[in-house]
T-cell receptor, first 117, second 113 residues
Framework: NAGVMQNPRHLVRRRGQEARLRCSPM?????VYWYRQLPEEGLKFMVY????????ESGMPKERFSAEFPKEGPSILRIQQVVRGDSAAYFC???????????????FGSGTRLTVV | DQQVKQNSPSLSVQEGRISILNCDYT??????FLWYKKYPAEGPTFLIS?????DKNEDGRFTVFLNKSAKHLSLHIVPSQPGDSAVYFC????????????FGKGTLLTVNP
C-alpha cells in the first residue's frame, strides 16, 4: 500500500516561471491537504481539497497560487510567476475522511522542495 | 503571531538519557495535540497525540504531558536512541476546524551515541 506520493522531489525554477507540484493520495483517500514549510518555520496550512472540489483555500496566497484535485489523477498545486519567496518545502497529506483523528494524524508525503533562482 | 511555540530550536542528549521537548500554545480551544517526527528529506510522520481532556498519554518510550493551566505540553523520550535524532513538531488541532493543524517551528533533537 503505497503512501502519499509527491513529485518531483526537487524542483528548480527561475523567477517568473511556473511550478507544478503533484500529489497522489494514499489508495482510498479522497481528501487532500497542502502545507508549506518556509525555511526555519513550521508547516502552514494552504488548502484542503476533495475530488473536484476546493473545500478551504484560506491559507493560499491570494495571487499566483492555485490548486486542483481532478476526478482522475493527482492533486496539483500550481504556482505561477514564481518569486524567490516561494522557495520552500511543499507537503501534501491525505485522509480517508475529513480531518485528522486523535489516534491517527495525517499521512504526509515526502514533499517537494522548490528552489527559485 | 505564533499560536504554537517551540522555543528550543535544538536539543542534544546522550543515548540512554531522557529527551524532553517542549511546546507552548495560546489557543485554549483545542481538541488535541499531535507530535510529528521528521527526518531530513522526508515528510512528517505521526508519533503520538494527546486529547484536551487528558493530562498524559504514553506509548512505549514516548510520553506526552499536557498542562492546560500553563498552556504547555512536553514530549518525553526515554531512553533516547540515536535513531530518534530528527526534527519534532507539535501541532494543534483546534476546535474551530476538524482538518487544520497549526504547527510549531520544530525542535531538532540530536541523540549522541
Amino acid at each position: 500500500n503505497a503512501g502519499v506520493m509527491q513529485n518531483p522531489r526537487h524542483l528548480v525554477r527561475r523567477r517568473g516561471q511556473e511550478a507544478r507540484l503533484r500529489c497522489s493520495p494514499m489508495k482510498g483517500h479522497s481528501h487532500v491537504y497542502w502545507y508549506r514549510q518556509l525555511p526555519e518555520e513550521g508547516l502552514k496550512f494552504m488548502v484542503y481539497l476533495q475530488k473536484e472540489n476546493i473545500i478551504d483555500e484560506s491559507g493560499m496566497p491570494k495571487e499566483r497560487f492555485s490548486a486542483e484535485f481532478p476526478k482522475e489523477g493527482p492533486s496539483i498545486l500550481r504556482i505561477q510567476q514564481v518569486v524567490r519567496g516561494d522557495s520552500a518545502a511543499y507537503f501534501c497529506a491525505s485522509s480517508p475522511s475529513q480531518g485528522t483523528d486523535l489516534n491517527y494524524g495525517y499521512t504526509f508525503g515526502s514533499g517537494t522542495r522548490l528552489t527559485v533562482v | 503571531d505564533q499560536q504554537v511555540k517551540q522555543n528550543s530550536p535544538s536539543l542534544s542528549v546522550q543515548e540512554g538519557r531522557i529527551s524532553i521537548l517542549n511546546c507552548d500554545y495560546t489557543n485554549s480551544m483545542f481538541d488535541y495535540f499531535l507530535w510529528y517526527k521528521k527526518y531530513p528529506a522526508e515528510g512528517p510522520t505521526f508519533l503520538i497525540s494527546i486529547s484536551s481532556i487528558k493530562d498524559k498519554n504514553e506509548d512505549g518510550r514516548f510520553t506526552v504531558f499536557l498542562n492546560k493551566s500553563a498552556k504547555h505540553l512536553s514530549l518525553h523520550i526515554v531512553p533516547s536512541q540515536p535513531g530518534d535524532s530528527a526534527v519534532y513538531f507539535c501541532a494543534q488541532k483546534s476546535g474551530g476546524s476538524n482538518y487544520k493543524l497549526t504547527f510549531g517551528k520544530g525542535t531538532l533533537l540530536t541523540v549522541n551515541p
